[in-house]
């Protein structure tokens, strides 16, 4: 974590439908000084995971130099989006790095996030996190996949999935975070500056980000009393013990990726577009601008306003400028479904699916129109996609959701039920996911893969199930 937020969670602003109004950063990051380091430990909040494919997409792709050089894998690392308006970021446990969304959305460039996340890496890589995965679950009581919550899959009005996963999320605590020593965080941040060497990534972006919290600290008076309270090192130190590694190497003066840069700033658009209350976000991106920026925050504003139309304007426009560009496609169909158009949503979010090389969010919006239709024709076709989908993204309920949906629709309630099983698994209700998993076994032909699949779901949560048991004894 960096900066004065790093042992001090915030309050979790859990965005409901009706606007509220969002206090700036600075004056968050006071609140937290002020109030919220007191009760670290009382602090239990609820915390949602954004996924959106172009911001995942982005985040992989400028996180995999760093991750590289930091002796990890890709592959393996994880970059989680935190629905929080605070500018923090953590690890908890495992390889993931948590980033809050108001992280991105308050960073200038998207050279300073890849700051913050060399120093998270530097965690990681630290061994700092002694909670392992299971650790963590445990302290939380809960999954992080159960907290998974799509951007696509909240706004296209999730139903019983969506309500499911946003009470299950809400028991989460991820509140806990752990705090470093000092000594750590000395460590962690020549290690974040080893990494941005080693990957050719400018450290402008990490010290840059480095003073804006110093900034914050010194206009709110963070003094060194209460930096000894949050046994946390002041961000002039840090800064300055990082600045020499950083401007020594021949990656300092490189000029900025403009490929990230800009998809960077497409994902600040849209995450305004979409977290920011309505009015807030119409006024930082008014009619007057007519940039693709302020297209794609209007359309996700009007869109979660209530206005259909303008928005579908919007997602006009952004079309009309890039017809292929699979995220452009993806937020009109995703208007048209929403606006109760599935048959007019259909075109824009096969396009979408199939520019994006069948990226599993989309394709599940895409599954959901397919079904939406109502239309028996379709059905086929949404099991296809939706199967492919729950393939390749292990984290998405919603697709399962989807998924049993069509089989039910289909007359495969064995099938169905093994859907509401896997849902239920990756959500934690073992409960269901044993139930579920029972009535499935008993109508897939045996030893077929969803038959042994069915099997294993079965055994596995009725194991957990007892081990629950065990526990409240
Ligand atoms: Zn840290």
């Known amino acids: 974590m960096l900066g004065p937020a790093h042992a001090c969670p915030l309050p979790i602003v859990f965005r409901a439908a009706a606007p509220v109004t969002r206090r700036p950063l600075a004056l968050r990051l006071v609140a937290m000084a002020a109030l919220a380091c007191a009760f670290t430990a009382q602090t239990a909040q609820a915390q949602s995971i954004l996924r959106d494919a172009e911001t995942e997409s982005l985040l992989n792709d400028m996180t995999a130099p760093l991750i590289t050089a930091a002796g990890l894998r890709p592959s393996d690392v994880k970059v989680v989006l935190v629905n929080d308006d605070s500018i923090n970021a953590f690890v908890a446990g495992g390889q993931i790095v948590y980033v ?66 946003l009470a299950a999320g809400q028991q989460a605590a991820i509140g806990k975070y752990l705090a470093f020593s000092r000594q750590q965080e000395a460590s962690t941040d020549a290690a974040g500056a080893k990494y941005l060497n080693a990957a050719g990534i400018s450290g402008k972006g990490y010290v840059n980000f480095f003073k804006t919290m110093q900034q914050l600290e010194y206009r709110y008076g963070i003094t060194r009393k209460v930096e000894f309270m949050l046994d946390h090192p002041v961000s002039s130190e840090r800064v300055a013990a990082i600045s020499e590694t950083l401007e020594s ?185 044993a139930v579920s998993a029972r009535y499935a076994l008993a109508g897939i032909p045996k030893n077929t893969p969803d038959w042994i699949r069915a099997q294993d779901i079965a055994m596995t949560s009725g194991n957990s199930l007892d081990n629950d048991k065990k526990k409240r004894k």
Request: proline share 5%.
């Open 100 to 165: 809050h969304s108001g992280t991105l959305q308050a960073a200038k460039t998207a050279n300073e996030v890849q700051g913050v996340i060399a120093h998270e890496l530097g965690h990681i890589t630290g061994g700092h996190v002694s909670l392992s995965g299971r650790g963590f679950q445990e302290a939380t009581g809960i999954s992080i996949l159960s907290m998974v919550l799509g951007l696509a899959a909240m706004a296209a009005g999730a139903g019983e999935a969506g309500a499911g996963v």
């Open 249 to 433: 190497s021949p990656a300092w003066n490189k000029p900025l990726n403009q490929d990230w840069e800009e998809r960077f700033k497409r994902v600040q658009a849209k995450l305004d577009g979409y977290l920011l209350p309505p009015a807030q976000a119409l006024q930082k991106y008014p009619e007057t601008m007519q940039t693709s920026y302020a297209h794609y925050a209007r359309a996700y504003a009007y869109h979660r306003g209530g206005y259909p139309q303008k928005a579908e304007a919007e997602a006009d426009a952004l079309v009309a400028s890039k017809p292929t560009d699979p995220y452009f496609l993806e937020i009109k169909g995703q208007i048209l479904l929403e606006a109760g158009k599935p048959q007019e949503a259909l075109g824009p979010l096969r396009a979408a699916t199939d520019g994006s090389r069948n990226n599993p969010l989309i394709a599940t919006t895409f599954g959901h129109a397919l079904i939406a239709t109502e239309d028996k024709a379709n059905y086929d076709e949404a099991k296809r996609v939706l199967r492919t989908a729950v393939a390749r993204d292990d984290q998405n309920p919603f697709a399962w959701y989807q998924l049993g949906t069509v089989y039910e629709r289909t007359g495969d309630p064995a099938r169905a039920a093994l859907a509401t099983a896997e849902r239920a698994s990756m959500t934690g209700d073992h409960r269901t996911a």
